[in-house]
T-cell receptor, first 116, second 116 residues
Framework: AQKVTQAQTEISVVEKEDVTLDCVYE???????LFWYKQPPSGELVFLIR??????QNEISGRYSWNFQKSTSSFNFTITASQVVDSAVYFC?????????????FGKGTSLLVTP | EAGVTQSPTHLIKTRGQQATLRCSPI?????VYWYQQALGLGLQFLLW???????NRGNFPPRFSGRQFPNYSSELNVNALELEDSALYLC???????????????FGPGTRLLVL
């Protein structure tokens, strides 16, 4: 069963638009970590943010913001005033305490295209 | 500080051959993870090494194997290559001083393996 669902496979926006990438996760654990990674065309996964299950505070980092809501099992990512350099595939991922393998469970990713 | 490095960047093999992929973790990191990113299948966990030992493996056949050296670098070996092994292979590393569950995984640029 898919533990992390990113329902949006592709999103296309024009530069300077705001865009929200959705992530819904499934877990029975009370202790878990959520991540967002960015994969530009070069292929390398770039770490963006980590959030533990006990910290529901939203976070803002420059043009990026994250909205974590345990009630809806969602960890959405918003890019404000998007730029062409934001074009990439974005992955949401989950690690659960009960998962002794400590492997990241990735969503399928959302491909974001920002056009000038 | 140098990030995770992987070699080679590209590798072309034919069916039935063996491939060896290499990964050097971030200095101070002792855990190394391998992931496969095949077209249409997303990011799948392959193997996790910590302190020289295999701690967990994903749902892959035994012809996928590896090892971790005393300097914490790692090799991934794929024997009897099949066409569907063509993928981007990503290596990640993390600290494991406390509980590796809590540590962020940082990824390398990957090795693109093409099996003809």
């Amino acid at each position: 069963a898919q533990k992390v669902t990113q329902a949006q496979t592709e999103i296309s926006v024009v530069e300077k638009e705001d865009v929200t990438l959705d992530c819904v996760y499934e877990t029975r654990d009370t202790t878990y970590y959520l991540f967002w990674y960015k994969q530009p065309p070069s292929g390398e996964l770039v770490f963006l943010i980590r959030r533990n299950s006990f910290d529901e505070q939203n976070e803002i980092s420059g043009r990026y913001s994250w909205n974590f809501q345990k009630s809806t099992s969602s960890f959405n990512f918003t890019i404000t005033a998007s730029q062409v350099v934001d074009s990439a595939v974005y992955f949401c991922a989950l690690i659960e305490l009960s998962n002794s393998g400590y492997a990241l469970n990735f969503g399928k990713g959302t491909s974001l295209l920002v056009t000038p | 500080e140098a990030g995770v490095t992987q070699s080679p960047t590209h590798l072309i093999k034919t069916r039935g051959q063996q491939a060896t992929l290499r990964c050097s973790p971030i200095s101070g990191h002792t855990s190394v993870y391998w992931y496969q990113q095949a077209l249409g299948l997303g990011l799948q966990f392959l193997l996790w090494y910590d302190e020289g030992e295999e701690r967990n493996r994903g749902n892959f056949p035994p012809r996928f194997s590896g090892r971790q050296f005393p300097n914490y670098s790692s090799e991934l070996n794929v024997n009897a290559l099949e066409l569907e092994d063509s993928a981007l292979y990503l290596c990640a590393s993390s600290l494991s001083e406390r509980d590796v569950f809590q540590e962020t995984q940082y990824f390398g640029p990957g090795t693109r393996l093409l099996v003809l």
